[in-house]
């Protein structure tokens, strides 16, 4: 099968039509689309095999069978857990992996999702990944991202911290519901109207999977910085004794009920007013 760079990119839209009549899941479909453009950015080196015994991998071997197999998701699976990708990192193969066998709950989206949304998402225990399926559309910037293929793969990214340990996704998806309820409350309405702090609480709720330590860590340093610019104090100022229990009081709810301990949190530098 001998196609162009930009044939092989020109095509997704005509294989993103048949994922939604229902030809692939779309655990199956996003590999597609990831494979298309693997080999059309980077071409014959596209991949490498992982074990010398096993044949060198040919883009247009591999296209073909995955186009040619029904559900092909056993093929895919084999694929990931024998290749390295070029420029890809082995975390994203395995969330791959676990996407085509069904143990990680990847919603797939060709829109992208707000950070509330994707805060939601993490709540019911779900990641989002988004391809990007308009031509040529996918070969612009997609938010901070290269092109529709760097969007893809640093969703899987983000979709491996959240899972691959089964304990850290517990505590994560305790800690996103507790945000997305008191979000829900209007807890963070005050603070929201800063577009500063409104920014990095995205960040956190959308796009930051780490220990659930470091999340209320994060909050608590945003609220701080968020406190010493409203009442206009450089950041080396302390808090007003106010401020300084307010801050203290949203952290201790929010830890007490996404399960960190409350020691864990660092002490805020206060004076009373």
Aim: proline share 5%.
């Amino acid at each position: 099968m001998e196609t162009s760079t930009l044939d092989l990119r020109a095509h997704i839209p005509a294989l993103a039509a048949r994922w939604r009549a229902g030809v692939w899941n779309d655990a199956e479909f996003a590999a597609i689309y990831f494979l298309h453009y693997q080999i059309a950015e980077y071409g014959p080196r596209f991949a490498s095999r992982t074990q010398r015994a096993s044949p060198k991998p040919q883009a247009a071997q591999v296209l073909d069978t995955v186009l040619t197999t029904p559900h092909p998701a056993h093929v895919l699976i084999d694929l990931f857990s024998t290749h390295h990708f070029l420029h890809v990192i082995p975390n994203v193969n395995h969330a791959f992996g676990a996407w085509l066998r069904g143990t990680w709950d990847i919603q797939l989206y060709e829109h992208i999702p707000t950070p509330l949304e994707v805060l939601h998402l993490q709540a019911l225990g779900k990641r989002p990944a988004t391809v990007v399926c308009h031509y040529p559309r996918m070969l612009q910037k997609v938010l901070s991202k290269r092109d529709g293929l760097h969007f893809l793969t640093h969703d899987l990214e983000h979709a491996y911290k959240y899972f691959h340990d089964p304990e850290l996704h517990a505590l994560q998806r305790q800690f996103f519901q507790t945000l997305f309820t008191m979000a829900n409350a209007g807890a963070f309405g005050p603070y929201l109207k800063d577009a500063q702090f409104s920014d990095k609480f995205d960040y956190l709720i959308s796009d930051m999977n780490t220990h659930v330590a470091h999340g209320v860590h994060y909050l608590r340093a945003i609220l701080i910085e968020h406190a010493l610019r409203v009442e206009g104090k450089a950041p080396n100022e302390r808090l007003t004794f106010n401020v300084h229990q307010e801050i203290m009081s949203l952290l201790k709810k929010i830890a007490d009920n996404a399960g960190v301990a409350w020691e864990e949190i660092l002490p805020i530098k206060a004076f009373a007013s």
